[in-house]
């Protein structure tokens, strides 16, 4: 069975007369941390739809979403583009409103913000994976989550965060919504920044 091809990306200069609606994102906000496009930045931008993001924020799509825009879903409209210096004239905010546990299904496969009580906190032995979860289920890995895979932990080890410290907390994340064939829907969060504690 063949591979799943991936698009290829191609380094561009931004330019006011490119015919595409990703020629000027500064001031644009990366839907998947919430954070500001700056200029004279490299970032991925998808062409379909003209969302723009870090770099980083790409790494983490190509690695949890099939290399997918999360907001059009597209694969193969995507190019690497070096920001100009001209702020956008109406700067789109791609973070979206904070959703509800019953809406989280019609946003799969997008970044989304999602508000809740950790209720409890368990490691798998057998990969390291946190799952930091918001809803009761008899299986530790079920339920709706807040999921930090072994290999992102050291991002949180460096900020000085323990995962289980989000126990009993009310948070704010942001992350890409998943629905795991196995354990259910997930938000899996890019960064220890995309996550708020809201009320201790």
């Known amino acids: 069975m063949p591979g799943k091809r991936r698009a290829a990306i191609q380094w561009e200069e931004a330019s006011p007369s490119a015919?595409?609606?990703a020629t000027n994102l500064v001031g644009c906000f990366d839907p998947l941390d919430g954070t500001v496009l700056?200029?004279?930045?490299?970032?991925?931008?998808c062409l379909a739809c003209g969302t723009g993001y870090h770099k980083t924020s790409w790494e983490f799509l190509a690695a949890h979403n099939a290399g997918a825009c999360c907001n059009c879903r597209h694969t193969s409209e995507l190019t690497y583009?070096?920001?100009g210096q001209e702020a956008a004239s109406a700067p789109v905010d791609a973070r979206g409103g904070v959703l509800k546990l019953?809406?989280?299904r019609n946003h799969l496969n997008k970044a989304v913000v999602f508000e809740g009580r950790v209720i409890s906190h368990h490691v798998s032995r057998a990969t390291g994976t946190h799952f930091i979860k918001?809803?009761?289920d008899s299986n530790p890995f079920k339920g709706f989550k807040l999921?930090?895979?072994?290999?992102e932990v050291v991002r949180w080890e460096q900020q000085g965060i323990d995962p289980a410290a989000y126990v009993g907390q009310t948070l704010q994340v942001r992350g890409l919504l998943k629905d795991h064939p196995r354990y259910g829907l997930e938000i899996l969060p890019k960064?220890?920044?995309?996550?708020?504690?809201v009320q201790t």
């Open 81 to 83: 583009i070096v920001l």
């Open 38 to 45: 700056e200029a004279g930045e490299r970032i991925v931008a």
């Open 102 to 104: 019953e809406d989280l």
């Open 147 to 151: 999921v930090v895979f072994a290999s």
């Open 19 to 21: 015919p595409s609606p």
């Open 191 to 197: 960064s220890p920044a995309s996550i708020r504690v």
């Open 134 to 136: 918001f809803h009761q």
